[in-house]
């Protein structure tokens, strides 16, 4: 009887203490990132999804001053593109330099990965 009161004595405690240490990693656990393809960049706040970017579409949101913001602000471009929002020759050109940086396919569409990788930074 005394050997089964230890045991259950010990699994109890093993219990409570494994729940504790569980307890303590969770609420010490960052919040989990947010996936790049979202991840805002400091200064560039115009638009936050990944919607397409293609020649010419027009845009009601700012989606294409992201684009231009982030090339300025988060990769290797240059000279830098004017933040206006018209998917304009040379922001395609960049899109396009920044797409064959990244190993992407360099079709001038800013899709996911495109976005994902602006957002991340892409550096040469």
Same mark, same amino acid.
């Given at each position: 009887m005394a050997a089964q009161h230890r045991a259950l004595l010990t699994l109890t405690v093993l219990f409570l203490v494994g729940g504790v240490?569980? =307890? $303590?990693s969770s609420a010490a656990a960052p919040a989990p990132t947010p996936p790049a393809a979202t991840r805002s960049v400091a200064g560039c706040d115009y638009y936050s999804g990944i *919607?397409?970017? $293609?020649? *010419?579409?027009?845009?009601?949101?700012?989606?294409? =001053?992201e684009v231009q913001c982030l090339i300025d602000t988060n990769t290797s471009y240059r000279p830098p593109l004017p933040v206006d929002g018209i998917y304009s020759p040379q922001t395609v050109r960049a899109v396009i330099v920044v797409q064959q940086h990244a190993g992407l396919a360099p079709d001038g569409i800013v899709g996911p990965a495109t976005w994902a990788a602006l957002r991340a930074g892409v550096y040469w």
């Amino acid at each position: 009887m005394a050997a089964q009161h230890r045991a259950l004595l010990t699994l109890t405690v093993l219990f409570l203490v494994g729940g504790v240490a569980a =307890a $303590q990693s969770s609420a010490a656990a960052p919040a989990p990132t947010p996936p790049a393809a979202t991840r805002s960049v400091a200064g560039c706040d115009y638009y936050s999804g990944i *919607g397409p970017v $293609q020649s *010419g579409k027009t845009y009601p949101d700012r989606r294409i =001053a992201e684009v231009q913001c982030l090339i300025d602000t988060n990769t290797s471009y240059r000279p830098p593109l004017p933040v206006d929002g018209i998917y304009s020759p040379q922001t395609v050109r960049a899109v396009i330099v920044v797409q064959q940086h990244a190993g992407l396919a360099p079709d001038g569409i800013v899709g996911p990965a495109t976005w994902a990788a602006l957002r991340a930074g892409v550096y040469w």
